[in-house]
């Protein structure tokens, strides 16, 4: 994982621009959860939000497609532009949304079905495949894409739930990108791994990165430090500092993040 | 009302004890209860339970063996040859019991002496007409036999009842005493009490256990009696139920097919009825509803589950069988005429899926917020509509939740008696026409039991067989229902 | 992480605007309206079932509570009183001079409709005999205006609810079509009025003859007394059980087993209950058939499942640190359950009790069996001993009996007592929905 030295990180210019947030404001009933955030997340590129427990990063990554509509009680005001186009706009169908932001969740939540039809799932009911030797191709990049080809392909037909924790997560990897987003969100991907399964899906975000923009939400700032070239910190629901990775790391520019950073708050 | 007293004088003993262990308590304390390893209560309570349980322990066994003991001391009076077939003897037997109950009578009312009883002969005459005077009816003259078993009867009886008040108060008095000796300043009262009810508590959680031996021996005796009857092959494969109405004719065909197919078929209806509309309910509820509507929704929903069987069977009776015979019926809105009469599978199997919607529903509801939320979410996230989400990944993921709550909705359709009685018709046929009375394995267990038949007589004993079947089928149901359902928590847990 | 392959070429992915609803969105989402709508139609179908239903017990029930009423006011001098009981047939002159009465009444106010005793008797009953009796038993009433409630025979107050149309009216034994002129004419002079009937909420019931004077009360009382055995049995045997399974059972092969019992004894059907009291209460023990303590001991054992699961989930509810402080200063275990656990559980246990009585007391099945049905509940009980010992019905088993009957006007008082029932739940109900809301508590 030597080539993740922070010298190699290219940060997108602004004609990559993929999302663009501007004051979003979160409440979960009275509760304000995220306060005016604005935010420019930049193409192929590898975002990571961290912060303490309970500073709306998960909120946050949960608006950019839409997940907090399926809470009743979250309400979401300010804008959030993919590619230019407002993503809550009344015309927009969070669904269609969702096949282009994919997310991986905090724990590995494979169906109760087998590791094929975890994969074929989305492609499915998106339509993605004309005939099955479409979704078999589709299934077999994704399982490559998500490195677990290998390890799956004897076996497509057990159920995905039959893997181990790593290989769990990196399933949901695989049906994530088999409905071919734009934008990939990650809850916390690795949080219920052990660190060998965490090396490897560490490994996958970096490659991945070369066809998404990934935001990742991560309470491990060794992991920001080592797959992001992106890093925003989260406090309290504000946004407090926006930066490039190895900046935010070495150089922080508000005191909060210093104190997070040196492990005084969090 | 002897037993009464007894147990009166019982309680009067065991309020004494509890007064003199508390008194001895103290006073081998020398008045300092801090002396004692127990509350002073304890020790009362110690010397009072020590009298009265043991005794009436006692007082209880003693009563359910008296009577057998009796019976055969009179029973060895009757002559062999008035009593050739056993069940004979114990219709000759029921007959002393009520001439001794009449003698007892006639002493109590007419003031009969003891003297004059045992001088009493068939001869005298008008014997059958003193005791219906005292109100035993008897079917026949008493036989001179019979005259005597009951006067040994009645003088047996007579003395177990006294040997019993004897024995129990003993019993008691010594527990008292005993137990009054046991204490001193060291004895751990608060222990022993509490072991005792220890012993209570098991008991009553025992009574379950009791329940169920009582219902399957109860069951397999009766049942056991109809096979000696009636063949057990043309039982269980007979395609024929007409039972004879004459009481101990040989004609009865008492197969139980028609009857598991009515039930059978009953139960199809109920469950094509509940299990759509009570499943897309509990998915809406559950998955798209508004707190406010779920929470006006639910329980009205499950009102339908508290309402008693008795209004269903009425209901179906009379509201729904003459309006599906309105629609199906003769002159009927269809104009098909396929319904004679309002009594019909479809009636009985209609309001019975009315009753189980909610069985139905909530189950389905727990079991598919069982699911765990990450489900849900994988599945959004990847771009599902909601209904997606419900069909391809919740309902499979709920399945085997699912399939045993129906299991459990299925048996109670096959328990359900009130609306097959009330709401299916009394024939017993095997016909695929949904508009057929047709009968069912509990209603003839009811119309079994309640005919004028008499309890000995295979039409009769046919119930308890039916019952047995009943049994073994709801519980190997439930059994493997319940099996399923708690497979399907685990995983989730 | 060998094969994970960058240059496998993209799967090509959905709609690129977000803006625009693509032809198969288009089809997913009505799909998803669909199954929405099936979701909101299944809910709508099963309210509408229990809308139904209510309907139909109301419309059918209330006019149980209603009676109709001849009354008239009426004085016999004494020359007719002694007239009358010269005769022979006394008590058609008795008849006769009700029907004179009746004539002159409405003559006063003017209608004019010709009827004699055998009308009379087929609208309300031998009116004859009740007005001798009536005059033999007060002698001091004859001279005096006395106003006398007749009750109406029971196709008289049909056609007065308009469930009988003269269409209908078929001339017999029971009712013929110019009957009902007088009807006609006696409801408008007021003399047929209605009134509530508070025969049918205390009265007995009565033979298959006389479906109008029918009542539940005695029925009530048997169920009453039902549930008194049922709450003197299973609260105290139910609790014990699972004090002693939740707070003191060792995991065993035994306890085990009584727990599978106790969850399978909860799904037998209660008609299998019902053929165990039939054997053991009634063969073997030689109880009384159709005697309340009979149909509580079997509704205990039916009760006694509910009531363990529900105090078992109560006991559960109290938090161990409760236990584990009580313990901490130096109470025996039997103390800590007793003194702070149970009285802590006790609202749980209550509505769950009240609950399962409330099961009990709709139950119907099992009474069939232990001969509560077929027995007709004319008295009532003299005392808390034949309370309990005396042959009874209970409402549901007289509800069965009134449906079970041939003559359609016991249908009415069927439906009638479904009511009383229904009310008897519904306030078992609230009063557990107030207990729980009064004492719930978070710990």
């Keep these: 994982m030597n080539d993740m030295t922070p010298v190699n990180r290219k940060l997108g210019t602004m004609q990559d621009l993929k999302i663009s947030a501007r004051g979003v404001q979160v409440y979960y009933g009275d509760n304000h959860a995220i306060k005016d955030v604005s935010v420019d997340i930049a193409h192929k590129t590898v975002t990571a939000f961290i912060g303490p427990s309970g500073c709306g990063k998960s909120t946050f990554l949960r608006c950019i497609n839409r997940m907090n509509d399926t809470i009743d009680v979250a309400r979401v005001e300010g804008d959030i532009l993919i590619d230019g186009e407002d993503i809550y ?178 | 009302m002897s037993n009464m007293l007894i147990m009166l004088i019982l309680l009067g003993l065991g309020v004494v004890g509890f007064f003199l262990g508390r008194g001895r308590a103290l006073q081998v304390a020398g008045g300092d209860r801090r002396e004692l390893h127990s509350l002073p209560v304890y020790y ?181 009696e109809f096979f000696k009857l009636y063949p057990i092959g043309e039982f269980f494969f007979g395609l024929s139920w007409s039972p004879s109405f004459s009481g101990r004719g040989g004609s009865s065909e008492l197969g139980i097919i028609p009857l598991l197919w009515g039930t059978f078929y009953i139960s199809i209806i109920a469950l094509l009825v509940a299990v759509p509309i009570g499943l897309f309910s509990a998915i809406y509820l559950s998955e798209y509803a508004s707190r406010r509507v779920r929470s006006i929704a639910k329980p009205l929903l499950e009102v339908l589950a508290g309402i008693p069987t008795i209004v269903y069977g009425l209901f179906a009776l009379l509201t729904v069988g003459p309006l599906l015979v309105d629609v199906f019926g003769q002159d009927g809105a269809l104009g098909v005429n396929w319904m004679q009469g309002g009594t019909a599978v479809i009636t009985a ?11 139905v529903s909530s189950l389905s509801d727990d079991i598919i917020n069982a699911v765990p939320q990450a489900m849900r979410d994988g599945s ?87 019952g047995i079947t009943l049994f073994v089928v709801t519980l190997a149901l439930n059994v493997f229902a319940l099996y399923i359902v708690r497979k399907y928590r685990e995983q989730y847990e | 992480m060998t094969d994970a392959t960058s240059n496998a070429p993209a799967i090509k992915g959905t709609a690129s605007s977000l803006l625009t609803e693509s032809p198969l969105m288009k089809k997913r989402n009505a799909a998803e309206a669909r199954f929405r709508m099936y979701g909101v139609i299944a809910l709508c179908i099963g309210l509408g079932f229990l809308v139904f239903l209510a309907v139909s017990i109301l419309r059918n029930g209330i006019p149980a ?67 001798r009796s009536f005059y033999r038993d007060n002698p001091e009433a004859i001279g005096v205006p006395t106003t006398f409630e007749l009750p109406a025979a029971s196709r008289v107050e049909r056609y007065l609810q308009g469930n009988l149309t003269r269409e209908m009216v078929v001339d017999g034994r029971f009712l013929e079509a110019a009957d009902l002129d007088v009807v006609d004419a006696l409801a408008e002079a007021g003399i047929i009025t209605s009134a509530f009937d508070w025969n049918f909420i205390t009265g007995a019931d009565t033979g298959v003859d006389n479906p109008g004077g029918a009542g539940i009360g005695v029925s009530v009382i048997g169920s009453f007394f039902m549930m008194l055995v049922v709450l003197v049995l299973s609260l105290p045997i139910g609790v014990a059980a699972s004090i002693y399974l939740e707070e003191f059972a060792p995991r065993n092969r035994f306890t085990d087993l009584i727990e599978v019992n106790i969850s399978n004894l909860a799904a037998v059907p209660s008609i299998v209950f019902g053929i165990l009291g039939l054997a053991v209460f009634i063969q073997f023990a030689h109880l009384p058939q159709s005697a309340p303590l009979v149909g509580g001991l079997v509704l205990t054992l039916m009760t006694l499942p509910t009531i363990v699961i529900s105090t078992r989930a109560a006991l559960k509810a109290v938090p161990p640190s409760i236990r584990d402080a009580a313990l901490g200063v130096g109470a025996s275990k039997m103390q800590a359950v007793f003194h702070h656990v149970l009285p802590l559980a006790m609202p749980g246990i209550l509505t769950g009790t009240i609950i399962g009585l409330a099961q009990a007391l709709g139950e119907t099945a099992p009474l069939l069996l232990i001969g509560m049905v077929g027995y007709v509940a004319r008295e009532y009980p003299d005392g808390f001993a034949s309370g309990l010992l005396d042959p009874n019905s209970a409402m549901p088993a007289q509800i069965y009996t009134w449906a079970a009957r041939s003559d359609e006007a016991f249908f009415e008082k069927a439906w009638g007592g479904i009511i009383v029932l229904l009310l008897f739940l519904l306030t078992m109900n609230l009063i557990a929905i107030l207990l729980r809301r009064k004492f719930e508590r978070r710990w």
């Design chain 2, 380 to 466: 959004l996230g990847l771009g599902a509509t909601h209904s997606e989400t419900v069909r391809q990944v919740i309902i499979p993921a709920a399945l085997p939740g699912i399939v045993g709550a129906i299991l459990l909705a299925a048996s109670r359709a096959i328990g359900e008696t009130m609306i097959v009685v009330l709401g299916a018709g009394a024939a017993a046929r095997l016909s695929l026409n949904p508009f057929d009375a047709m009968t069912t394995v509990t209603a003839k267990i009811v119309s079994q039991l309640t005919g004028d038949s008499d309890f000995a007589s295979p039409e009769a004993l046919v119930a308890f067989a039916l």
């Design chain 2, 44 to 224: 009362g309570a110690h010397v009072g339970l020590n009298a009265v349980v043991p005794a009436a322990m006692l007082l209880f066994v003693w009563l359910i063996v008296q009577p057998f003991v009796v019976n055969n001391a009179a029973s060895d009076l009757i002559a062999a040859e008035s009593a050739s077939e056993a069940g004979d003897l114990s219709l000759i037997m029921s007959d002393v019991r009520r001439v001794a109950e009449g003698l007892d009578l006639l002493a109590s009312t007419e003031g009969m002496s003891d003297a004059a009883i045992a001088a009493l002969s068939v001869d005298d005459g008008n014997l059958r007409e003193r005791l219906a005077g005292v109100g035993v009816a008897l079917g026949a003259d008493v036989q001179a036999d019979t005259l005597e078993a009951a006067k040994r009867y009645r003088a047996v009886d007579a003395t177990g009842d006294m040997l019993r008040t004897i024995t129990v108060i003993l019993v008691a008095l010594a527990g008292l005493a005993l137990s009054w000796r046991l204490i001193t300043p060291a004895f751990r009262a608060r222990n022993t009490v509490e072991k005792g009810i220890l012993a209570v508590l098991i008991a009553a959680a025992t009574i379950a256990i009791l329940t169920t031996v009582g219902i399957v021996l109860s069951l397999i005796f009766n049942t056991y």
């Design chain 3, 65 to 131: 509570f209603t009676q109709t009423v001849v009354s008239v006011e009426f004085t016999l001098t004494q020359e007719q009183f002694d007239e009358a009981e010269s005769k022979m047939l006394k008590t058609a002159a008795y008849t006769e001079i009700f029907v004179n009465g009746v004539t002159a009444q409405l003559q006063e106010r003017g209608l004019d409709v010709p009827f004699d005793g055998g009308t009379i008797e087929r609208l309300m009953g031998k009116v004859g005999g009740d007005l």
């Design chain 1, 89 to 266: 706009d009344p015309k927009v169908d969070p669904v269609q949304l969702r096949a282009k932001v994919g997310m991986v969740f905090q724990k590995p939540n494979p169906f109760p079905k087998s590791i094929y039809d975890n994969v074929a799932y989305g492609p499915k009911i998106h339509g993605l495949a004309r005939n099955k030797a479409e979704l078999d191709e589709i299934v077999e990049k994704s399982l490559r894409k998500a490195a677990l080809w290998n390890e799956a392909k004897d076996r497509l037909n057990a159920p995905g739930t039959g893997l181990s924790g790593g290989q769990q997560q990196r399933l949901c990897i695989a049906r994530a990108i088999a409905t071919a987003p734009e934008v990939l969100l990650m809850d916390e991907p690795c949080s219920a791994l052990d660190p060998i399964a965490t090396a490897q899906v560490e490994e996958l975000i970096d490659e991945l990165r070369q066809s998404f923009s990934v935001v990742i939400v991560t309470h491990s700032m060794q992991q920001a430090a080592r797959v992001s070239q992106k890093t925003a910190f989260f406090h309290l629901g504000n946004l407090v500092e926006y930066d490039d990775t190895d900046k935010i790391f070495t150089n922080p520019q508000d005191s909060r993040t210093e104190s997070y950073i040196s492990g005084r708050i969090g």
């Design chain 2, 349 to 359: 199997g209609l309001v019975m899926g009315i009753m189980l919607i909610p069985f």
